[in-house]
């Protein structure tokens, strides 16, 4: 191919060359998982753990420089290939004005003596620890994921309360596409999930260990 059709050769590189890669981070990810197994993860919290905005760069330039090789070197492909490396292109570029404009990436976590919670723009929902029934570490569309049930939605703190029925409404929809009230995606936050999930079950067990949470973020594995 390379021979006959450079243009062509490239497309082909950087196309299964990126899913090669992306492989390769899932397998090192999946065998850091087994290997990370804390005895116990405290968490200094307080403070809002946000998606890193490292991370959305580098997606949006990686849809960016994506889309224009497609676009550039893969005109003998077709117009539905050249098509979808365009839609490829302006998605990036929309990605990359987002995280200019501030608007990603969005939401936040925050450990809180209270419950965890978790938060958007403009309300914040705290999710009592007490009324956390059950936990599961789980993988949702090939990434680790963390599952949270609620004894009673009814419970969970909405500020402002004039989101409390939008909140209700997410959490319905939780259920009804993962079965869980909330599903929880710790490399969003570039945390394992055995971590995570070590410091939700101290906080859900042991109800005297959430004087530990103090107004700073940090995860400390032990």
Not at 3 to 25: E, K, P, Q, Y
Not at 192 to 208: E, G, I, K, N
């Amino acid at each position: 191919m390379l021979r006959t059709d450079m243009n062509g050769g490239l497309v082909l590189i950087t196309m299964f060359g990126s899913g090669f890669a992306f492989s390769i981070h899932t397998i090192l990810r999946k065998k850091r998982a087994r290997l990370t197994r804390p005895v116990q993860a405290t968490v200094i919290g307080g403070a809002p753990i946000r998606p890193p905005r490292q991370k959305a760069i580098f997606v949006a330039v990686a849809m960016l420089a994506m889309g224009l090789v497609f676009t550039i070197f893969g005109q003998s492909f077709g117009t539905t290939f050249q098509l979808i490396s365009g839609l490829l292109v302006i998605a990036g570029a929309c990605v990359g004005v987002a995280i200019a404009a501030g608007v990603l990436p969005a939401g936040f976590i925050q450990f809180d003596p209270l419950g965890l919670t978790f938060g958007g723009s403009k309300w914040k929902a705290t999710v009592p620890w007490s009324s956390i029934s059950n936990m599961a570490e789980a993988e949702l569309h090939d990434n680790p994921a963390i599952f949270l049930w609620v004894s009673d939605p009814q419970e969970i703190v909405v500020e402002p309360a004039t989101y409390k029925k939008k909140i209700l409404k997410q959490v319905a929809l939780s259920q009804s596409w993962v079965g869980a009230d909330y599903a929880i995606m710790p490399s969003q936050y570039n945390i394992d999930a055995p971590v995570m999930f070590a410091a939700l079950a101290r906080y859900v067990s042991t109800p005297s260990a959430r004087a530990e949470i103090l107004p700073q973020a940090k995860i400390e594995n032990f």
